[in-house]
């Protein structure tokens, strides 16, 4: 079981041991409802890969829970408890009628397919993040007593609090996988790959040609090629378009009336491609910032995840937008905004380019440097404040205050 | 001038002029609006009515429209044929703006400099096409061998689609409720092609397929002497997209050859002059330009006039109505 990870924040990290602590009793208080398996986040989870250190941390709090309380001498300790009876049974009731909603739609492929499911994620992520902003909901440190001592925990060195991955790992990894490569018998990898082609083709079973083709080495990466090369890759839909906008605070309307004007000024509304470059699957920041600029008034370019850098700068140049908006939190951000400002520099293209994600300061200030307008992290949780700050970007570069 | 370097080069059938000039077709600032004015006006004059292949895709939200285009996109393009598409998506009427969404299905487009793809917002158009589809289709048109226009059907745009393009294809899903809504509407009368999408997921299709034709036989008799088609396909697994793209084909040269696409043409353009100039003068404006008739009759004589020049030609000719009125 890995316990919510979404509720840690990066303003006062230190908080999240509490949240995480919580969190760990909620999955193993009750005995019968007690997880197998616990996996614990770290409380720089926010911020970028935990350190061994910060990994312990975590741990140690699995191994007080257990050893330093009497939790496991009792049976379940919630016996009786007529509250979290009635708890438990509204959570039931309500993942029943869902999974009755999903089976009435043909199942989860279907669900998917049809953009149901994506849809409800982005919809309730809209509420959460809008709760956020109004103050509805309370995050100690982030949107309520947010004055506070500098962390001592992320003081020091930028990047000290983190993991920093050697630049070399990447290298070493390709050195050892092309050594693996090597050393297999090149004769049985493509007989097993041709196997695996021709039982695809004929809709078989590829169970059988799979596990031959890992005994001859086969890689991940060619057998995935063999699939992609006959079914192509799925695009799933990206559920932003779904969904109205609430009643708009004074804030929007106010950032809406701004867009507007700029828009005028330009001489048609803004545009904005939303992208997110490379292999990095999340995409809740991007989908909130997207469909927020539509509230505000944007016309708004958003093709979902694992775009090359190349298919940014063709969309952003074909589309006519005013603005980029990347969204990385893979930690990829140097590699891949660099790569960006490169392709729209040799395009002729004089874009202004906001990013957004899992940004060190270090890396932010490096990106400023190299061209980036804006950086935003999760601590930026006022997504009306920055929406009026890329119209100022807009502006901005076309030299308009 | 910018806007004749742009012309050149779009004549030239230049892809890197093409953003650039639907930029400047969609700029409501007044210079801007002249340099759109002359590069429009130039193109239409000499693409005149050859030019790309113009087909409208319209059909309910979901139904695959992207989708299938994606997979006429690969088709044509292993036929070596250039593809310009513009999809228009509508606009937000609280916010005013838009989530852009067809470009993800389009896949095909991704670095292939033999593929473009504008998306495009309908903005205060509810339900309708964007302002600048009209010219953006002229300017896809010189520079690519097909182009085609997505648009979501919903009634009014059908027919404003159908102004727009040589041939007009319907998707519709299997078993879809709203069928019988079109029909009812009368916008089965518009298409040329009709294609039941997603046959991939079942026998539904066949149902739909021949509900469509039984319709069909319903409807009043095309005057342009084509009988509308229904074709099954799977824009998801290729099937049946072959026979898609020879029918629209089949159309074409049905077209060129009862001289169809001259007054087919032509009757768009006066139907686009017609919609810009009711838009900006409201029926009041065109009251005093002595009525409906006399607009159409205006706009009837005037040949070999860009419909660009003509509406500008013509909103002058009102203008000193509404100023004599006054008067
Ligand atoms: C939710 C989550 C997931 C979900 C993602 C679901 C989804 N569809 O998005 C799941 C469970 C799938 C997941 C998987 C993984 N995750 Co994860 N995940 C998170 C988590 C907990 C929250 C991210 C999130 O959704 N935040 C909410 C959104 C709204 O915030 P946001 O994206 O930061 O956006 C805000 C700002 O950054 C900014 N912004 C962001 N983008 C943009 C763009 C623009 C244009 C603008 C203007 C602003 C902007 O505005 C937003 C508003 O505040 C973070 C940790 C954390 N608490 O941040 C880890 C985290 C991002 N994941 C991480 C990792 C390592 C992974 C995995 C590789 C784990 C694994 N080994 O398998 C996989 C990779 C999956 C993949 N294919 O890419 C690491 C990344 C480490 C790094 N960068 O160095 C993190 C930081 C956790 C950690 N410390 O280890 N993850
Ligand atoms: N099974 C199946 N699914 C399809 C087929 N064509 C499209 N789809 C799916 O139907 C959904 C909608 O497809 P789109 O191509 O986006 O439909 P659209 O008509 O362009 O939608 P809008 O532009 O939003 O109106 C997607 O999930 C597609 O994957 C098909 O032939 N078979
Ligand atoms: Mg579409």
Request: hydrophobic fraction near 40%.
């Amino acid at each position: 079981m890995q316990v919510n990870s979404l509720g840690l924040t990066e303003a006062q990290p230190e908080n999240n041991v509490i949240r995480i602590v919580l969190e760990s009793l909620g999955v193993t208080l009750s005995k019968k409802a007690r997880c197998r398996a616990l996996q614990l986040p770290a409380w720089n989870e926010a911020l970028g890969l935990p350190r061994p250190w910060d990994q312990q941390w975590s741990l140690r709090i699995q191994q007080i829970l257990a050893c330093e309380t009497d939790l496991l001498d009792h049976e379940d300790i919630f016996d009786g408890s007529v509250v979290i009876e009635a708890r438990t049974a509204e959570l039931v009731e309500a993942s029943r009628e869902e999974l009755q909603r999903v089976l009435d739609m043909g199942g989860a492929v279907a669900a998917v397919d049809n953009a149901y499911m994506k849809q409800r994620l982005v919809e309730s992520h809209t509420a959460r993040v809008r709760e956020i902003e109004s103050g509805e909901r309370i995050v100690v440190g982030l949107n309520a007593y947010t004055e506070a001592e500098p962390s001592l925990l992320t003081t020091g060195d930028a990047g000290a609090s983190i993991l920093v991955v050697d630049d070399d790992a990447e290298r070493e990894q390709i050195e050892r996988l092309q050594a693996f490569r090597r050393q297999r018998n090149q004769k049985e990898v493509e007989a097993a790959l041709a196997n695996l082609g021709d039982v695809l083709a004929n809709g078989g079973n590829v169970m059988p040609p799979s596990i031959r083709a890992a005994h001859a080495g086969v890689t991940t990466g060619e057998w995935a090629d063999a699939l992609r090369a006959l079914f192509g890759e799925y695009r799933a839909p990206t559920g932003v378009s779904g969904g109205q906008p609430r009643a708009a605070s004074a804030e929007t309307l106010e950032v809406r009336e701004r867009t507007r004007k700029l828009g005028e000024k330009l001489g048609r509304p803004l545009k904005i491609l939303v992208g997110k470059p490379g292999l990095d699957g999340h995409s809740n920041g991007a989908e909130q910032i997207a469909v927020r600029a539509r509230d505000v008034g944007m016309e708004v370019v958003y093709d979902g995840i694992r775009l090359t850098p190349e298919e940014i700068v063709q969309s952003a140049r074909d589309e006519g937008v005013h603005l980029i908006g990347l969204s990385i939190l893979s930690g990829s951000h140097g590699v891949l905004v660099m790569d960006v400002l490169r392709r729209l520099q040799e395009a002729g293209l004089d874009l202004p380019v906001v990013v957004g994600g899992i940004i060190p300061d270090a890396d932010a200030r490096a990106l400023t440097e190299a061209g980036v307008r804006r950086v935003y992290t999760p601590k930026d949780f006022d997504l009306t404040r920055i929406m009026g700050e890329m119209v100022d970007v807009v502006a901005e570069s076309h030299g308009l205050h | 001038m910018a806007s004749t370097e742009l012309a050149e080069r779009l004549l030239a059938r230049d892809r890197a002029a093409v953003p650039d000039a639907l930029n400047l077709i969609d700029d409501r600032r007044p210079a801007r609006r002249d340099e759109s004015f002359a590069l429009l006006d130039r193109l239409q004059r000499e693409v005149g009515d050859g030019g790309a292949l113009r087909v409208g895709v319209t059909g309910a939200p979901g139904s695959g429209k992207s989708t299938l285009l994606d997979a006429l996109v690969r088709a044509l393009r292993r036929r070596e044929r250039s593809v310009g598409i513009i999809a228009v998506d509508p606009s937000s009427p609280k916010s005013g703006g838009a989530l852009l969404g067809d470009r993800v299905r389009l896949r095909s487009a991704a670095g292939d400099p033999g593929v473009f793809v504008r998306s495009m917002a309908a903005r205060d158009r509810l339900g309708g096409l964007a302002d600048a589809t009209f010219a953006g289709v002229e300017v896809l048109c010189a520079v690519f061998d097909w182009v085609f226009v997505e648009t979501v059907g919903v009634g009014q745009s059908e027919s404003e689609v159908a102004g727009l393009v040589d041939t007009l294809a319907f998707v519709a899903q299997p078993a879809a409720g709203d069928l019988l809504q079109f029909m009812k509407a009368g916008i089965v009368e518009l298409p040329h092609l009709f294609v039941v999408n997603k046959t991939d997921l079942g026998p539904a299709a066949e149902r739909t397929a021949a509900e469509l034709q039984a319709g069909l036989r319903l409807g009043e008799a095309p005057e342009d002497g084509w009988a509308p088609v229904v074709l099954r396909a799977s824009a998801r697994d290729g099937g049946g997209v072959d026979a898609v793209l020879e029918a629209m084909e089949a159309h074409r040269r049905h077209l060129e050859a009862t001289g169809g696409l001259k007054e087919r043409r032509r009757r768009g353009r006066i139907a686009f002059v017609r919609e810009a100039l009711v838009r900006r003068y409201g029926s009041y404006g065109i009251q005093r330009f002595g009525g409906r008739e006399k607009l159409d009759e205006r706009l009837g004589a005037a040949e070999g006039s860009s419909a660009f020049r003509l509406v500008r030609d013509v909103a002058r000719e009102i203008e000193t109505a509404l100023a004599e009125a006054c008067a």
